[in-house]
T-cell receptor
Framework: KQEVTQIPAALSVPEGENLVLNCSFT??????LQWFRQDPGKGLTSLLL?????REQTSGRLNASLDKSSGRSTLYIAASQPGDSATYLC?????????FGTGTRLKVLA | GAVVSQHPSRVICKSGTSVKIECRSL??????MFWYRQFPKQSLMLMAT?????????EQGVEKDKFLINHASLTLSTLTVTSAHPEDSSFYIC?????????????FGEGSRLTVL
């Protein structure tokens, strides 16, 4: 059974810092991995999608990497801003469904 | 990016009534949609996978007679919470997968907050 864990569960950093969010999964047989952002009381916004054959994806200040063999993905946020404050979730896609991580609640202080 | 619309965003109902939530993919066809439930400060729990034109596949522990899912077209899936009770109060989120095969990206609706009095 696939299990997805995110560390840390919560993170508070001053504005401008570069930071790394971690996502680990127990079953490496995945099709892709996706990072999402969720603001309080809202749905999820897709940030980056990494296919199983890819090692990383970049969008603006965000960079996501995938090491399928070790069951890990990282989301790197450069020059963090208060607007980045949200919960970040990773999800891995197996044969039939997506399994979500536990999330990291990020707070960027002005 | 692709857009998924979910309606209503908030609903308050009395215990014993039924509530229908709609999920629409606005600019793409979605053969598969997913329904999730989220409790406060927790991650998403998959309730069921909805495939267009066929019966939904429910996760273990989810009552199919309680949570009726219909996916009658490639752009619309509905979740009906039947005979709702206070313990059904939660945040329900739908998602749709763009494309086919194994590479499709997942897009989410804005969620529906259900409060059962």
């Amino acid at each position: 059974k696939q299990e997805v864990t995110q560390i840390p569960a919560a993170l508070s950093v001053p504005e401008g810092e570069n930071l790394v969010l971690n996502c680990s999964f127990t079953d490496s047989a995945i099709y892709n991995l996706q990072w999402f952002r969720q603001d309080p009381g809202k749905g999820l916004t897709s940030l980056l999608l990494i296919q199983s054959s890819q090692r990383e994806q970049t969008s603006g200040r965000l960079n996501a990497s995938l090491d399928k063999s070790s069951g890990r993905s990282t989301l790197y946020i450069a020059a963090s801003q208060p607007g980045d404050s949200a919960t970040y979730l990773c999800a891995v896609r197996g044969t039939y469904k997506y399994i979500f991580g536990t999330g990291t609640r990020l707070k960027v202080l002005a | 990016g692709a857009v998924v619309s979910q309606h209503p965003s908030r609903v308050i109902c009395k215990s014993g009534t039924s509530v229908k939530i709609e999920c629409r993919s606005l600019d793409f066809q979605a053969t598969t949609m997913f329904w999730y439930r989220q409790f406060p400060k927790q991650s998403l729990m998959l309730m069921a996978t909805s495939n267009e034109g066929s019966k939904a596949t429910y996760e273990q522990g989810v009552e199919k007679d309680k949570f009726l899912i219909n996916h009658a077209s490639l752009t619309l899936s509905t979740l009906t919470v039947t005979s709702a009770h206070p313990e059904d109060s939660s945040f329900y989120i739908c998602s749709a997968r763009a494309g086919t095969g194994t590479t499709g990206e997942l897009f989410f609706g804005e969620g529906s907050r259900l409060t059962v009095l």
